[in-house]
């Protein structure tokens, strides 16, 4: 199992798992905020906090996690008693000063006695605001899937115009700001998700550009992509603003 977005959600997982037969899918949008890879793993019999993927007993996070534990026991009771044999609940921790630590999760993982491990949304009520689902500002619907590169660069694409990191100075979004969107199926597929940090559109224009250069094929733009590929992104949704 996984115990980081990056491994869960990894451009490369996701071009291996993305069907090439699909006709469509729903992704929702979730932005990312900076911070500490965080995973809670949950058996029938014990909760694990995982911190940089390696278990920890003591220290901050683990203190906030475990005034959840009650919550988190009663949540995944269902699951665990439909057969999961363990539940991972892979987040982001915030330690942003003494009285301002937090907890945001993205991702579930199960798996069952078979060892099968699926990915979905995050939709348990274990902390606070969780019902108010934060950050999910973008939804769209890929349409006539045809290859993991061209629905890659999609989201990437989409991802740079929400983020807007050219725009902002570094000590904005190196301090709170959104770094990036977790692309995940809507609850209920079996597509994988998709996780991307943006790096600015002039270089992810420039890196795009380039690689379509080599070639032969037209500078990528990528401010026009979701109007030029309307076959592949129908549907878009503009951001609804990135304050929650």
């Not at 115990?3 to 291996?16: D, G, K, M, N």
């Not at 078979?114 to 348990?124: D, E, F, K, P, Q």
């Amino acid at each position: 199992m996984d115990y980081s977005l990056s491994s869960a959600a990894s451009e490369i997982r996701f071009a291996q798992r993305l069907p090439g037969d699909a006709d469509t899918a729903e992704y929702i949008g979730k932005l990312l905020l900076p911070g500490d890879d965080l995973t809670i793993a949950v058996t029938p019999n014990r909760v694990t906090v995982y911190l940089d993927r390696r278990a920890v007993k003591l220290g901050k996070a683990s203190r906030f996690i475990n005034n959840y534990i009650d919550r988190i026991r009663s949540e995944t009771k269902r699951d665990l008693d439909a057969g999961a044999q363990q539940i991972n609940i892979i987040g982001v921790w915030h330690d942003n000063g003494p009285n301002n630590k937090s907890f945001e999760p993205y991702l579930v993982q199960k798996k069952d006695a078979a060892g099968n491990i699926s990915t979905s949304l995050y939709r348990y009520l274990i902390f606070h605001f969780d019902h108010h689902r934060s950050g999910e500002k973008q939804r769209l619907t890929i349409s006539e899937i045809d290859g993991a590169a061209e629905v890659i660069d999609g989201l990437k694409a989409i991802t740079e115009q929400m983020i807007g990191l050219d725009n902002l100075p570094d000590y904005v979004w190196q301090n709170g700001h959104p770094a990036g969107v977790l692309w995940c199926p809507v609850p209920g597929s079996d597509m994988p998700p998709f996780v991307y940090s943006a790096v600015g559109l002039k270089k992810f224009r420039t890196l795009t550009g380039e690689a379509l250069d080599a070639s032969g094929a037209k500078q990528f733009d990528a401010q026009t992509y979701h109007r030029t590929h309307s076959s592949y992104f129908g549907m878009m949704a503009q951001p609804t603003g990135m304050a929650n």
